[in-house]
T-cell receptor
């Protein structure tokens, strides 16, 4: 596999469920990102991990919990979400978050909260 | 006021026409400017990357940056139906890798 892979591609969950989104990159990068893309809104940066350390939390509610066990894997744990959290969640990677460089995006996980 | 403004469209053009896209921004600290293309049900992919002011050309694509006006543009010549997608502008400061995105413009190129 190449690039940035996200699973699942689609997820429907109730407000009381707990689920996780997974991201894996095969590019040898050291930085990984979670973005949220809602209809008619700009991409919103949620979290940044650089060399497995969280370097950015963009005031994200605690019902979203990221985990980065190594530089190749990134998770987003979801619990007690709200309907307004329905969106496309995009994972991205880059060589190093502290320097300018191209972001490579996955295809996203489409989340629907009922 | 949003940091980056982009007309959502849709922008509909006939095949072969020139597509003209633009973004305005308010933060003069932005130094790097990018255009991403996002097909339906796909993630964004980088199209063009420019630093500071000036023009950059890559095949049918030309990116322009006017920092004095805080205005960036993307032109697509000889547009094809395969160019139908949402185009996102993005920009960042000199340090770090935190991008600020526009909302995207949906482009439809009709055969």
């Amino acid at each position: 596999e190449t690039g940035v892979t996200q699973t699942p591609r689609h997820l429907v969950m109730g407000m009381t469920n707990k689920k996780s989104l997974k991201c894996e990159q095969h590019l040898g990068h050291n930085a990984m990102y979670w973005y949220k893309q809602s209809a008619k809104k700009p991409l919103e940066l949620m979290f940044v991990y650089n060399f497995k350390e969280q370097t950015e939390n963009n005031s994200v509610p605690s019902r979203f919990s990221p985990e980065c066990p190594n530089s190749s894997h990134l998770f987003l744990h979801l619990h007690t979400l709200q309907p307004e959290d329905s969106a496309l969640y995009l994972c991205a990677s880059s060589q190093d978050a502290s320097v300018a460089g191209e972001l490579f995006f996955g295809e996203g996980s489409r989340l629907t909260v009922l | 006021q949003k940091e980056v403004e982009q007309d959502p469209g849709p922008l509909s053009v006939p095949e072969g026409a020139i597509v003209s896209l633009n973004c305005t921004y308010s933060n003069s600290a932005f130094q790097y400017f990018m255009w991403y293309r996002q097909y339906s049900r796909k993630g964004p992919e980088l199209l063009m990357y420019t630093y500071s002011s000036g023009n950059k050309e890559d095949g049918r694509f030309t990116a322009q940056v006017d920092k004095s006006s805080k205005y960036i543009s993307l032109f697509i010549r000889d547009s094809q139906p395969s160019d139908s997608a949402t185009y996102l502008c993005a920009m960042r400061r000199a340090a770090g890798n935190k991008l600020t995105f526009g909302g995207g413009t949906r482009v439809l190129v009709k055969p």
